[in-house]
Structures are given as structure tokens and as C-alpha cells.
């Protein structure tokens, strides 16, 4: 069975469709607006979300720009309903995050055929990365919780890829996937080089998604596997843009507004979370907090390391 978060502020559309997909043999919870619906995902992930997208307060735009922007809910696939059919809100939608856009009214045989699309195809994705094989997001979820349920303190680790957008723009997806794969050898060889062992009761290490890893290990052990994995992947991405790339340590490319400068080649900015299991809360709130920090590391610069306590 799926659990599925339905987020609407007309109550006799929220019924309906509560109704329509619990037939289909689906756990349906609702939200009567956008904060509503957050405060329920940060108790429990559902394997879909599905947004009303004019809603008081907060737009379902905003609700899944906030739930894109959460490394660890950034996998849930997003369904948005809405009565603006036009172009322009659809492509507003896809520039949030949604996964698919179903328009008011709706045959709701194509809802539960969009539905079980998407439910298919994050459980599909879950459990390990094609492309660095790595565990997933299920693995990491299940590592956090197991974690936390020892009682003994533990050490998020959320590594990202500085500058990755223009990195794969200047040299092609076939080197920013090689990246993706070198990220994941890094923070092997880095639990290896630090004497650890992957694993359970060891080391853990998982690809949440695009450009986002995670490590979990043992709170002395966290800065000096962040710093070993550093080191391992700046090798890594030398290697795979060449002799003459790697020495100049610098590409030029395009930023987010379109101008031309330069930027550092491919780094590793880290989080380091120190998590105390008492006040342990789920791996959705561990990502709210690993976001905001790490904006305020990559402030500080490419490759910044930065350690907070929970």
C-alpha cells in the first residue's frame, strides 16, 4: 500500500479525490493548505505528493519548491492538480520540481493511472543509484532511523558538488556523469583510507540524488571522512577533465544569470550534522536543517566544511 499526501483547500475536492484513490487501495492523507501539508510531511514521507496549486498562504508552486529544495524529500515525486490549464502555469509548475501536472476537470482513471505511474517509478529509483550505486533513498532512510534508534549519538555527513550546472555545461554530460560516478568511488576510498568499514555497525554511505551524497559514521570520525573524501574526489575530477584542466584548477562557464566567469573545478562542499537520538526527529527534518546549512557553507565558499550539533 502507498501513502499518499493530498494537499487542496476545497474540502469537497479533497474528499473526492481521498475517495477515488482509496478505492484504488491507497493510504490518503490530507492537508487543508501548504504549511498543513509540510508540517504532515515532516512526520511522515509519503511515496507522492499531490499539490492544488491555487491555495491561501502558500501556492502549491511554493509548497513544492520547499519539498524539491530538501535533500532528503527532493526524491518525492510531485503530482499537481490545478484548473489553469494554459502553458504558462504548466511550465511553472515543471520549474518547481513537479514530476507531472494533471489539469481540472480530470477522468479520474487518468488520476489513478498518474498516480501509480509515479509511485512505480520512485519505488523503481529508491533502493540503489544506476549511476553511482550507491544506496538510495530508502537505504539512507532506513540507515537514519536504525541510527537513531541505537541511542547512541551519530554523524550526517551531506557532501554536494560545487558548480555542477556549469561543470556539466562546459564539459558534457558524458564527464558531469563520470563526476557523479567519482563522487560515489570518493566516499568509498574515503571510509577505506579513514580504516572503516561499510556496512552495518560501520560506516554508511548513499547518493540521495542528483549531486547529493551522504555519509554516516560515528561522530569522531565525521570531519577526517569528509576530509578524505575531499581529497579522493578532487583526484577523481582531475583525472577526468585532463592534464591541462587540472593544472589550471579553473573552467570558465556560464553562472545562473547567464554571465560568463570563471569557477573552481568540481569540489565538495560538507554539512556535518552532529545528531543527538533524544532529539531525534525524522530524515525530513534532518534535511530542512542540512539545506539551510548548506547554503550557509557554500557561502562561505567552494569546498567548506561546515560542523553543527542537533
Not at 562557464?253 to 573545478?265: I, V
Request: charged share 30%.
Amino acid at each position: 500500500m502507498s501513502y499518499l499526501l493530498y494537499a487542496d483547500d476545497h474540502e469537497q475536492m479533497r474528499l473526492m479525490v481521498r475517495d477515488l484513490l482509496e478505492a484504488s487501495g491507497h493510504e490518503v492523507a490530507l492537508a487543508p493548505d501548504g504549511p498543513a501539508a509540510l508540517a504532515l510531511l515532516r512526520e511522515r514521507e509519503p511515496d507522492l505528493l499531490i499539490l492544488d496549486v491555487s491555495m491561501p498562504g502558500m501556492t502549491g508552486f511554493e509548497v513544492c519548491r520547499a519539498v524539491k529544495a530538501n535533500p532528503m524529500t527532493a526524491r518525492i515525486p510531485v503530482l499537481m492538480l490545478t484548473a489553469e490549464a494554459d502553458i504558462d502555469a504548466k511550465v511553472e509548475g515543471f520549474e518547481s520540481g513537479a514530476d507531472d501536472y494533471l489539469a481540472k476537470p480530470f477522468d479520474p482513471r487518468e488520476l489513478r493511472a498518474r498516480v501509480g505511474a509515479l509511485v512505480r517509478l520512485v519505488r523503481r529509483e529508491g533502493d540503489r543509484n544506476p549511476t553511482s550505486g550507491l544506496p538510495g533513498s530508502r537505504a539512507i532512510d532506513d540507515e537514519l532511523a536504525r541510527r537513531a534508534a541505537r541511542g547512541q549519538p551519530f554523524a550526517v555527513c551531506y557532501l554536494d558538488v560545487d558548480h555542477f550546472k556549469p561543470f556539466n555545461d562546459v564539459f558534457g554530460f558524458a564527464v558531469a556523469d563520470s563526476v557523479i560516478r567519482d563522487a560515489g568511488v570518493a566516499l568509498q576510498e574515503a571510509v577505506a583510507t579513514a580504516g572503516g568499514t561499510l556496512g552495518t555497525e560501520g560506516d554508511f554511505a548513499g547518493h540521495i540524488g542528483g549531486d547529493d551524497f551522504l555519509l554516516v559514521t560515528a561522530p569522531p570520525r565525521a570531519e577526517r571522512l569528509v576530509l578524505e573524501a575531499q581529497r579522493a574526489f578532487r583526484r577523481l575530477v582531475e583525472r577526468s577533465v585532463g592534464p591541462e584542466v587540472a593544472a589550471r584548477g579553473r573552467f570558465t562557464g556560464l553562472d545562473r544569470q547567464g554571465t560568463l566567469r570563471e569557477f573552481p573545478l568540481a569540489t565538495l562542499t560538507a554539512v556535518v550534522l552532529q545528531v543527538d537520538p533524544a532529539r531525534w526527529r525524522s530524515s525530513v527534518d534532518l534535511g530542512v536543517r542540512a539545506a539551510d546549512a548548506k547554503r550557509r557553507a557554500k557561502a562561505t565558499g567552494a569546498g567548506s566544511i561546515l560542523v553543527e550539533r542537533l
